[in-house]
Every structure is written in C-alpha cells, then in structure tokens.
C-alpha cells in the first residue's frame, strides 16, 4: 500500500480526492491533507508519503517552491503537479525538480485512476529494483563469508594450493607471505547466543590491533592471524581482550607463522592446548561414553544434527590422534552404527560396503572426509526409509501427502483432515516417531528436494524457491542457510562450474 498526500487550497478539491481514494483506490492510502505550500512542506516531512499531487497556486509558498524545500531530502518521492491551465513554464520548472508528471484541473475519476496506476506500476518497478540491489549486495555478502569460512575450515585437513591463497589474500584485500592459526574457545556454560556475541566482540576488537580473519568452526573461533607481528605482542592483545570480557574464561592455542603450504601445520599447533583438554577430559568422562552418544545422535536426530554431530567428532579424533589410530577409531564407530541399524534393515539396502577395508585403504584426511560423509549420508537414507515402514497408518498417510504437495501451501490442520485426525494428534506423531515438528520436517523435505535441484543446475534459486513450495525466494535463501548451514548459491555456483 502506497501512501499520499493531496496539497490543495480548495477544500471541494480535497473533498473529491479523498471520495475517489475511499471508494475506488485499492493500491494507495490517502495519509494527509495539506492546505498550503507551507503545510504541504511539513506534512512531507512528518509522513514521509510515496506520492504527493501538489497544486501550484497555493496560499504562502506555491507547490514549486515546496518541491524545491523537500526534494533533497526525498529524491525518491513522487510528485504530481496540479494546474487550472496547461503552461510550459511550469513545466520547464518542474523538469529539474524531477517531478513525475503533472495534470490539468479539474480532474476527473477516470484520469485520476489511470494516473495512479501509470505510477503504481513505476514504484512496482522501482521497488523491485530495490530489492534485487538488496539481493545482490547480500549475495556477495554471503558469498564472501562462505569461501571464507571454507577456506578456514579446510586448513584443519589440508593445506591450501598456491591458487587457492592467491584467490583469498584477493578477496580480503591483504598480502602476506606468512600467516598463523589461533583457536580460541570458551570456558564453562555459555549460551550459544552468547558464544557468538563473544567471538564476534574478540574479533572486532583483534582487528583494531592485527590484521586477521576469523570464523567459526565447531565450538571454537578459528583466527588467522595475516599480519606478521611478535607473538609476545599477538598475546598480549588477545590477554587485553580476555581480561575485559568477564562473561566467560577461555582456553587459547596459537600455532606458529608459517607459508600458505604450511599452514595446517599451524593450525596442528594451535589445536594442542584443546587436545590436552580433551585427554583431561576422557580420563573422567570416558571415550566410549562419547563414542556412543555420537552414534545415538546421528541415528535418532534428523540428517543435519547427525552429521553435524559425525563431523565434530572426526576432526576432533584425527586431530587428537595419530592418522592410522583414528582410522581405528572410526571403524569403531561405523561398527556400533551398523549394530544399531541391525542386519534385517541393512540386508533389505543396497549398503554392501566393507567398512574397516575401506577406510584402512584410505590415505588423507581429505579423502576420508569425502568417503566418510557419503557413507553417512547413505545410512541415514536406509534409516529413514526403515522408519517410514514401521510407522503408524495416520502418520504414513501424512508423509504421504507432504510428499505430494510439498510445493504447494500445506498446514497442520489440512494434513490432519486428510488424515482424519487432530492436528494436536498429528503433531504429537511427528514428535514421537521422528523426533521432530511438523514445520521442520516440511521444511527439511523442500529444502531436500531445492539442493537436489539446485545440483542438477537447469533453474535459478527463485524458480527452485518457487517449485518446492516457498512463495518469497529471499525467505527461502534464510530458511535454507538456517537448516543447511550454507547459502543455497554454493549449490547453484558448484553446479555452473561443473557445467
């Protein structure tokens, strides 16, 4: 709804415009009257209106003169002049004011309407300009935040390629030959909410003093320090910093300066006062405690928190172990994953692998990474197939019918009512057999069927939006980097680059 201010001194006038606006004009609000040019000025400035129909001839300053006063403060707004008479002079005026257009009084229903709609269809436009501008600027946002956040990430398992360091000192704008890898994480009961605040305030304050660059990874704040300074100094600050944060102790590692090639080195270095935390640990909690709390979230917990919950838990073993004593490890683990799944739902898969052979064969951490997170990812799927199976006729009707209509609106109470349940029924089916709401479990579905899409790479991420149920494309880009944990453009961009 657009908003619009009539300026006029005659009250018939006023009269007129606001039957028309009451009684035939969806599209736009009438929020004020102003009698004057002086009154006009004013009212501009307190209800900030779309558009105004400014007469000329007013009492005080004339409707030129009150463009004039409030143009550079609104360049945006909408202008509309009003005379008794067609005259080129006003025109000629008007044209360095920007002024849309202007009409000849009286005006009539029918030229009022049609004029309105001329300028509907123009903020429609501009507003969608304004919106891809917005879309634009935080897609590159994100994009930046993703590859940087990657790039940190990897130097845990690899070290990055000579075009790989070029291309990031290139995107953050900085040159160096050496760099060093600081973790930092908190100590005691801090809120999620709160860590974040935390870590961003470190980093804040950090780069007023050091030229670095920061990400989360896992619990912890993964620093790379891109500004080679003594570590005396480099500790000092972060010292200033932990000493003026009362809201939680920390524990700090920081590893040496080192190349670009060397850098997981580095990061090996920094790791090893956590590593001593965690053998601390160990001794009162138990490893295998650990081991199968792993293994109970990734088969009762839904796709995402599983393997968020595999990842933390390899890079934690491969860091604090020996490369061949935590492949051992993770044998153990694939080996009580399997035992919970049972034989009878593994024989009816197509699951064939051979786990200790294949993960003995493997040679890198990075290798690792990629067989381990497939293998995961296809013991969830016969997971949730077996669960579909065994689950109540209600509650399989329900994922039926989502399946089905998963682009289309679908709600709790129209699912129940094909089901011929409650909704307060359906919903507590959904908690107790996939331990999950039904919202999440709709959008988990879309946003599996959007990255299927998205990798096959033939639609753009507004159609995809469009296709899997989501009527606002920029809703569904949130909603997809909160599940997913990335932006939905990582799959868009890996698909055109495997074209």
Sequence with gaps: MYRVIIADDEEPVLDSFAFIFDKDITDFELCGKARSGTEAVTLIKELIPDLVFMDIQMPGIDGIEAIK????????????????????DIAKKAIPLGVFSYMVKPISRKALIEKLQEIKTHLDSKNEEKKNQLATVEFLQQTREEKKKHFLTSLIYKNPTEKEWKDF???????SSKAAVYLIETIGSVSEKLKDDIYHDITKKLQYKIGCISSTVGERLLILITEQKDPAYINGVFQRIFDGTSKAGFIMGAGEFCSPKELSSSFAEAFLPFADASHKESSCLNEQKRLQEVCRTIIKSDKSMGMKAFEEYWIE???LDD????????IGLFTLILSEIGPNVLSGSSFKTDIAAEIMALENVLKWRDWSTGTISKLQDILEIHRNSSYPDPL?????FIRENYNQQIQLSSVA??????ASYLSRLFSE???TTFIDYVNRFRLNEAMILLKEGHVSIKETAYMVGYQDPNY?????RKYMGFAPSNLEKRSAAND
């Design 396 to 400: 399989v009707k329900a994922l039926a």
């Design 323 to 330: 490369f061949l004593v935590a492949k051992g490890k993770m």
């Design 69 to 88: 006063q409030v143009r550079s403060q609104f360049p945006d707004m909408i202008f509309v002049l009003a005379t008794a008479y067609e005259r080129f």
């Design 433 to 435: 057999h996939l331990d």
């Design 476 to 480: 569904f880009s949130r909603i997809f």
């Design 417 to 422: 009512e094909v089901c011929t349940i409650s």
């Design 317 to 319: 073993r491969f860091n």
């Design 169 to 175: 000192t290139a995107l953050f704008s900085f040159t």
